[in-house]
């Protein structure tokens, strides 16, 4: 007994009854069977095969496919052959088909494909089961465009700024062509772009820019120095004694060194590293037997100003005389 399949994904495409569908007359031709007609308001070949429980053989398919519509005196043929979803450009559709070789299918369903159109699979193959006979629709159009040139840039040294120093004297702007281009797509998506001519309708200006080369000087707060180091910072008061290793008196901006680091009489600038209050201008004029190399001792006037600055790293700027 031959098996037999309902139509179900092709009749899924079939049209829409619209609201008041007119009656129709279907011949339907079968092999072997004689020619039977039939009286349907169906709108599409799908809706009336539904309609009238017609079931259909596996490998037949009705011809003209599930998805048309049938017209008023319509000749209906079910017969071997291939459900074909062909998408042709952005278009899709279905048909039927008696053979499911691509060259075979755009001869029969009369698709004329353009000089530089392909199709996929290609020319030479077949559409199998659930694969999609694609119309890749090549075309070329010719647009005017405008677009921006980005400026140039100029840079001069100055030596009357300082190194490391920028400015722009001149701002640049963008230069506009106008540009004749060859588009073109396939299935209406750009996929290559050809510049034909183009001419410069608006120019632009470079933009110039200084360049500092004056070499910097050393400054901290209005004074030159030579150098700065990182040292380790703590503190003493008055209870450490009046006078320090200078023979000057014990007071704020007096600090004690390492004298084979940073000479007795030398003056200097104290920035804290860590955002504590700065203790500012200094000089060296005291040592300790606990201050050896890149270490330093603060005065201050209190135990409690001492106690607070602690330990911690400070910046040490030797001053120039």
Known sequence: MIKKTVLLSALAVSLILPAQAEAKTVTLNRPGIAPVRYETDAATVGEFLLEKDIQL????????SASEALSEQAELTIKSGYTITVKDGKHSYTRSATSN???DILKELNIKLGEKDTVTPPMKG?????EILRINRYKERTEKVVRDVAYATERRENPQIDAGTERVIQKGEASKVEEVVRIST???EETARLVLSSRVIQEGKKEIVEVGT???E??????????KILMKGTAYDPSAGKWTASGTRARVGAVAVDPRVIPLGTKLYIESADGFPTYGFA?????GG??????IDLFYNSRREAYNFGRRNVTVYVLED
């Open 283 to 287: 000089v060296a004029e005291d040592t």
């Open 290 to 295: 606990a201050i050896k190399g890149n270490r």
């Open 218 to 227: 050393n400054m901290i707060h209005g004074k030159k120095y030579k150098k």
């Open 57 to 64: 053989e596996k490998g037949t398919v009705p011809f003209p």
């Open 101 to 103: 070789k691509v060259a």
């Open 214 to 216: 004056k070499p910097v």
């Open 126 to 130: 077949s559409v199998n089961e659930g």
């Open 186 to 188: 396939v299935n209406e």
